[in-house]
Nanobody
């Protein structure tokens, strides 16, 4: 059983930056594809970015999130989401997810989420 704990969310003004972190425990972190999802009030959960086991390949949805980047440090069992030039429409709960294969709609394990609020 893998446990995921996100941190780094908060309130930021439009144009600002945040870096979210997700620490994994209870499993072999380097064996998991890691992804970030988000869900805004009244909207469906949305895939933000994903990264493969080694960190060599990232997965970006068709809509593109050029302002966001994902990275991982397998030595620290941590995946990061760097968010730049944030916009009010980025306001959502951001979830870290782990899966044994590449996923963009679901995952095997989820974190509890961290709130990101972007003010205009």
């Amino acid at each position: 059983q893998v446990q995921l704990v996100e941190s780094g969310g908060g309130l930021v003004q439009a144009g600002g930056s945040l870096r979210l972190s997700c620490v994994a425990s209870g499993g072999t972190f380097s064996r998991y594809f890691m992804g970030w999802f988000r869900q805004a009030p009244g909207k469906v959960r949305e895939f933000v970015l994903g990264i493969d086991w080694s960190g060599d390949r990232t997965y970006i949805p068709v809509s593109g999130k050029g302002r966001f980047t994902i990275s991982r440090d397998n030595a620290k069992n941590t995946v990061y989401l760097q968010m730049n030039n944030l916009k009010p429409e980025d306001t959502a709960v951001y979830y870290c997810a782990a899966a044994s294969q590449v996923v963009t709609t679901s995952a095997d394990y989820w974190g509890q989420g961290t709130q990101v609020t972007v003010s205009s």
